[in-house]
T-cell receptor
Framework: DVKVTQSSRYLVKRTGEKVFLECVQD?????MFWYRQDPGLGLRLIYF???????EKGDIPEGYSVSREKKERFSLILESASTNQTSMYLC??????????FGPGTRLTVT | ELKVEQNPLFLSMQEGKNYTIYCNYS?????LYWYRQDPGKSLESLFV?????AVKQEGRLMASLDTKARLSTLHITAAVHDLSATYFC????????FGKGTRLHILP
């Protein structure tokens, strides 16, 4: 089975801090995704990547950036955290066309 | 822009009853995924539907896909309490977009 791991389950940061969320998958998947999940809004796609050093904007990329220097690792960066970025962040990976496998999530609180 | 709409968003039902969750989408995709999420947990893949007319079943859950109608259904047969969860559909276009989820509460 694919294992998708995320660096933290819970994270508390202050407004204005630079925040790094790390995601690693161990099955050589080409595709990786970052979503955020908020009550009543479902999952919203922030960024995705189809290959190393490639990235595509999702539906809500503002305030975020990503990095994919190695195939197994996809990082989400909040350049200057704000309180409206308090959320559950979910990383996923997949083979092209198949259902993504999700990591356990990082619950980020920005105070 | 791809839109994925689920209904209902919340469903409370008695054990033993049947019900259907609907997933409508706005693109011509022929790939649709269903997921389950338990409270405090991540998403678990249930079904992958890859073509028009695809039907998948596992236990009391059955999913189908009609690409011409741009509609997928998740049917629950003789519901049991253990099926209480939030169910999401997701559609592959040039990216994977999720519906808002259907929170299913099954009363014992």
């Amino acid at each position: 089975d694919v294992k998708v791991t995320q660096s933290s389950r819970y994270l508390v940061k202050r407004t204005g801090e630079k925040v790094f969320l790390e995601c690693v998958q161990d099955m050589d998947h080409e595709n990786m995704f970052w979503y955020r999940q908020d009550p009543g809004l479902g999952l919203r796609l922030i960024y995705f990547s189809y290959d190393v050093k490639m990235k595509e904007k999702g539906d809500i990329p503002e305030g975020y950036s990503v990095s994919r220097e190695k195939k197994e690792r996809f990082s989400l960066i909040l350049e200057s955290a704000s309180t409206n970025q308090t959320s559950m962040y979910l990383c996923a990976s997949s083979i092209i066309g198949l259902a993504p496998d999700f990591g356990p999530g990082t619950r980020l609180t920005v105070t | 822009e791809l839109k994925v709409e689920q209904n209902p968003l919340f469903l409370s039902m008695q054990e033993g009853k049947n019900y259907t969750i609907y997933c409508n989408y706005s693109t011509t995709s022929d790939r649709l995924y269903w997921y389950r999420q338990d409270p405090g947990k991540s998403l678990e893949s249930l079904f992958v539907l890859l073509s028009n007319g695809a039907v998948k079943q596992e236990g009391r859950l059955m999913a189908s896909l009609d690409t011409k109608a741009r509609l997928s259904t998740l049917h629950i047969t003789a519901a049991v309490h253990d099926l209480s969860a939030t169910y999401f559909c997701a559609v592959l276009d040039d990216k994977i977009i999720f519906g808002k989820g259907t929170r299913l509460h099954i009363l014992p």
